[in-house]
């Protein structure tokens, strides 16, 4: 059985590796080589680094980055954590409905969100107009404290996800015991609950972190020109004066550094606090007194409300009549016949790439999964961390490195449909390929060598019994990537050419072009493209196993 | 009916050697069974031997056949797993069906088959059940059905009742006992517990670190264990030393004097000045010398240092010398056999029932 033989496996192994090299390693290898060349693309050792270290205007976008980020970080927890507490430990009415809509939050782009608030309360939005016609002044939205709101708003949602599944795992004897051995309830939190959750805790305040460090349309659509390190990279790199592909890499550097800097202190940080924890009584619902309960409620209600509205201001701006970034109370189809006018493209462009995408990062995300759960060598650990590498670097530098890397013979890829593929297979890749191994390995081994010695051939009983048990991750795997996949807009913008523009891309331009109107169709339709497959998942699987990253 | 030999079988993890050189010889439809602590090597013999595991040195022989080179689904092996290994996507009849699939057997055939498998086991009536409805019994005895309907060369079983609770676990014992005598399948069956072991086997061979010590029949390896480990691992004992004084009464028995001051005649050889040691059973010690002559009996005086009433038994617990400890077990006590904490009692065990031991009894 163990004997190494050039079998299919062995194929998959290499499939895998060639894929992330090519697609991933290669091309970010090349922006970091890039970061340290000159205008002759000699070799300068760390001429652009001098130049990103001494000016200002480029020195700043790292400053406002790691700000806003730990700002976002810090925000989400709060939001997040305090969410998930009043959920699972107090009798709030409407609990299903208040992580339904958490979950939702999640669905739309966050440069959707940052747009939508720039609806409501940008310089023409909804509510300022409103208010400006009986006289109220009102500031706008423009500027860092918009981008921390769109990015608070936009992904407390990990941290009340992995929070409340934490809190699920943690027995009612845990606490009991704490009490009972005479630690008052402040201190049993901090010494008994808090310690166990702590791993989910880090982890979705990492996601928070490198989610924000990565997002590129936020702070373009809502920052009005503050920098951050994905905004300045795209515009060293797209350049109406000629780009600087070398400082636009410098940048890029900079942002691996700093996401796989955080990704391997939390790895490292949850490693030496993973508990093995045995649930068989989940935490009781406390009871709580009048203002206690209200004041949850009210907050519970209000974070909601508020991560509710990006999607229900775009739904509803979408049927209204516009002018420009003008909207006018009414209904109309406006937006959507100009829409299926002008861009259908760009509409078909989005649902091909995106479903041939998640076609392919399934195909080879459960058979790679396969192998990290079943016949975990070295190489494969190796190819595991390098894929979830995917999940570290933001979408403007795989953007960049595709174009750096594929833009020259042998092989170009620019200017096709391909390079946009290649950028969302790699990018999603980790989704199926998490779900898949988490369910292998609850999968018991036994299962498979019941059926190898009842006479079935290995493959054929991957094929027989392994696959139809991975059946739910599979498909939470796909919705994940499918969700994620099409929004996106970081490598999308930089990637696309004439023809094969995007939804994203198209949301983007409109919005630039401050037609608001076709902009929240786009949008509208996009939301709703996301949010079917991942609902026929829910209903199929259940909320857990949907989302059980 | 399948012989199984296995011929010097080699192991290791990294360094450290799992299985270190076994040999054994199954005769046909026989339950065999490899019992040893946890970590001695059974497990992981069982998976060689279903090809599961590949052996580092070797060879597995079904009668003359050498399995060594042939895949697992090719041995036509039957394995029942400890956890069941049931496949959870599948209906009971669906599982007991699954390795006649594997072989095209017709459906009339395999309809026929599933039936006649349900009923030996019981499950009648709950082929269309789904296996997360059935209780841990049930579930295993779908895993056996599922293993026996391929009609094995041989049953592989790995500790395939520790998951069940103590009543149920009798039960499928005697379930599996019987079907195994009427099917006359040559059958491996591992565990960890030695009284499992001795129900169930008609031959048992005992393991410890990677080697076997001992097989035998289940009262060959209780009544005359090879060693230390094996007197202790099935069963419990009593080990007594002493101090060779002279020749026994009889060839094969010596006159010794014991560490805690009494003369008997134990079994042994050897000159005076040797060390000698015997192993007595709990059981075997009695609170009065019975019939035969007085001579044939030895006697034993200690402190009763802990009581535990069983109802159809009365262990005690005995401080014989300072570093000696001794269990006794007197079986249907009346009020006569009872006796507190710190109360002394003789005790007396036939000179037959001494079991020899060899010295700082290392593997035979």
């Known amino acids: 059985m163990a004997r190494r033989r050039r079998d299919f496996w062995w194929t998959v192994t290499v499939l895998g590796f060639l894929s992330v090299l090519a697609f991933l390693v290669y091309p970010l290898g090349t922006v970091f080589v890039t970061s340290f060349t000159g205008e002759e693309k000699r070799f300068v050792l760390a001429d652009n680094y001098h130049r990103f270290l001494t000016h200002r205007y480029y020195y700043s976008s790292l400053i406002n980055s790691l700000y806003l980020s730990a700002l976002a970080t810090l925000g989400a927890l709060l939001v997040g954590t305090t969410l998930a507490f009043a959920v699972a430990r107090y009798p709030l009415p409407g609990k299903t409905f208040l992580r339904t809509a958490a979950n939702l939050a999640l669905l739309s782009p966050p440069f959707i969100g940052a747009y939508s608030w720039v609806v409501l309360f940008g310089r023409m939005g909804l509510v300022n107009r409103a208010l400006g016609t009986i006289g109220w002044g009102l500031p706008t939205i423009y500027g860092w404290r918009g981008i921390l709101l769109v990015f608070i708003v936009q992904y407390f949602p990990f941290v009340f996800l992995l929070v409340s599944a934490a809190l699920r795992s943690v027995d009612q004897s845990i606490e009991d015991a704490a009490l009972s051995l005479g630690s008052p309830p402040r201190r049993t939190f901090t010494t008994a609950i808090l310690p166990v959750i702590a791993p989910s805790l880090t982890a979705g305040a990492l996601l928070v972190f490198m989610a924000t460090m990565a997002d590129f349309g936020t702070p373009m659509i809502i920052g009005e020109g503050l920098r951050t390190l994905p905004t300045l990279m795209y515009g060293e790199f797209i350049n109406e004066l000629g780009g600087n592909p070398a400082m636009a890499s410098t940048l890029g550097s900079f942002l691996i550094l700093v996401n796989s800097a955080a990704l391997m202190a939390q790895r490292y940080y949850a490693f030496r606090r993973a508990y093995n924890v045995v649930c068989i009584q989940p935490l009781r619902v406390q009871r709580a007194g009048g203002v206690r309960l209200m004041v949850l409620t009210l907050f519970a209600y209000g974070v909601v409300a508020v991560a509710l509205i990006p999607s229900l201001t775009i739904i509803i701006s979408s049927f209204m009549p516009t002018r420009g970034p003008v909207m006018y109370a009414g209904f109309s189809l406006q937006s959507y016949r100009t829409i299926f006018h002008l861009v259908p493209r760009a509409i078909a462009n989005t649902f091909l790439l995106t479903a041939l995408a998640v076609v392919l990062d399934v195909l080879l995300g459960v058979l790679v999964a396969y192998l990290l759960a079943r016949r975990r060598s070295r190489a494969h650990a190796l190819l595991d961390g390098l894929i979830m590498l995917a999940y570290a670097i933001p979408g403007t530098v795989v953007g960049v490195g595709l174009i750096v890397v594929f833009n020259r013979p042998p092989i170009i890829l620019t200017g096709t449909w391909v390079i946009l593929l290649v950028s969302y297979f790699i990018r999603h890749l980790p989704y199926p390929v998490r779900s898949c191994t988490a369910m292998l390995q609850q999968i018991d081994l036994r299962v498979e060598e019941a059926s190898v010695s009842l006479g079935v051939p290995p493959f054929r009983t991957f094929l027989k019994v392994t696959l139809p048990l991975m059946f739910p991750a599979i498909l939470s795997g796909a919705a994940l990537a499918w969700m994620t996949t099409i929004g996106e807009l970081s490598s999308s913008i930089l990637l696309y050419s004439g023809p094969w523009a995007t939804m994203s891309v198209a949301i983007f331009t409109e919005v630039f072009s401050n037609h608001f109107g076709t902009a929240s169709a786009l949008a509208s339709i996009l939301i709703a493209a996301a949010f079917v497959p991942l609902f026929l998942t829910y209903r199929m699987l259940g909320e857990r196993a949907a989302l059980g990253m | ?364």
């Not at chain 2, 409805?133 to 009742?161: F, H, K, N, W």
């Not at chain 2, 040559?186 to 990677?210: F, P």
């Not at chain 2, 001794?326 to 904490?341: K, M, Q």
């Open chain 2, 1 to 364: 009916m399948t012989r199984i030999r296995v011929e010097g079988i080699v192991k290791r993890f990294g360094d450290t050697p799992a299985i270190n050189g076994v040999s054994l010889d199954v005769r046909p439809g026989e339950l065999f069974t490899l019992v040893g602590p946890s970590g001695c090597g059974k497990t992981t013999l069982l998976r060689i031997i279903a090809g599961l595991l590949e052996q580092d040195a070797g060879h597995i022989l079904f009668n003359e056949d050498r399995m060594d080179d042939v895949p697992p689904y090719l041995r036509n092996i039957g394995v029942v797993f400890q956890n069941y290994a049931i496949f959870p996507h599948l209906t009971v009849g669906e599982n007991i069906a699954y390795g006649l699939k594997a072989r095209r057997v017709p459906s009339e055939r395999i309809a026929a088959k599933v039936a006649e498998a349900a009923r030996l086991v019981q499950l009648e009536g709950l082929v269309d059940r789904m296996p997360a409805q059935l209780s841990g019994g049930q579930q295993q005895r779908v895993v056996l059905a599922r293993a026996l309907t391929i009609e094995p060369r041989l049953l592989l079983m790995d500790e395939p009742l520790s998951n069940l609770d103590a009543k149920l676990r009798v039960q499928i014992r005697s379930l599996i006992r019987q079907l195994q005598r009427e099917l006359r399948i040559t059958t491996i069956y591992v565990t960890h517990d030695q009284e499992e072991a001795l129900a169930i086997s008609d031959t048992i061979a005992v393991m410890d670190r990677g080697r076997v010590l001992q097989i035998g029949r289940p009262w060959e390896l209780y009544l005359t264990p090879a060693g230390r480990f094996v007197a202790d691992f099935i069963g419990t004992m009593n080990v007594l030393r002493g101090t060779v004084t002279g020749p026994g009464p009889a060839p094969g028995e010596v006159i010794a004097a014991m560490a805690f001051g009494e003369r008997w005649s134990v079994p042994g050889a050897g000159g005076s000045g040797q060390p000698v040691s015997v192993g007595v059973r709990p059981e075997s010690l009695q609170l009065a010398p019975g019939p035969g002559p007085e001579n044939s009996w030895q006697p034993l005086t200690g402190t009763v240092s802990e009581v535990v009433y069983l109802g159809s038994v009365v262990r005690y617990q005995l401080q014989v010398a300072d570093a000696l400890q001794v269990t006794a077990e007197i079986h249907n006590p009346d009020f006569s056999a009872l006796h507190g904490v710190g109360e002394r009692l003789r005790l007396w065990v036939a000179a037959s029932r001494l079991v020899p031991l060899p010295e700082e009894g290392g593997a035979g």
